[in-house]
């Protein structure tokens, strides 16, 4: 059974933010975004800089064991009112297997 104290959450690195781009254009992950073809690194690029200026999101990578198995995101972070948007990405599908 996983032990909590497995997981961990920490920014994204400049080392994983390719392994990132793999994941949102991995075809188990590709049907779920807004996208309907691949995202082009360009593209990723802005979205990872967009979200590390804008205080109303954050975007976490998530590692189990010390590996990185996925990305957590809150968006429309409301301070005031205590809400916000999140999103779950799990991109190491053969551990849940």
């Keep these: 059974m996983a032990d909590i104290n497995d997981y961990k959450l920490e920014n994204?690195?400049?080392e994983h933010k390719s392994l990132v781009l793999e994941w949102r254009n991995a075809g188990h992950?590709?049907?779920f975004m807004n996208h309907a073809e691949p995202i082009p690194l360009d593209e990723h690029?802005?979205?990872l800089n967009s979200a590390e200026k804008d205080a109303s999101k954050l975007v976490k990578l998530c590692f189990y064991q010390e590996q990185p198995i996925g990305l957590v995101q809150f968006s429309q972070i409301n301070l005031t009112n205590?809400?916000?948007e999140w999103g779950i990405e799990i991109n190491n599908i053969p551990m849940w297997y």
Excluded: E, K, V
Aim: charged share 10%; aromatic share 16%; net charge positive.
């Design 29 to 31: 992950i590709s049907p």
């Design 12 to 14: 994204l690195g400049q």
């Design 45 to 47: 690029y802005r979205w």
């Design 82 to 84: 205590q809400t916000c």
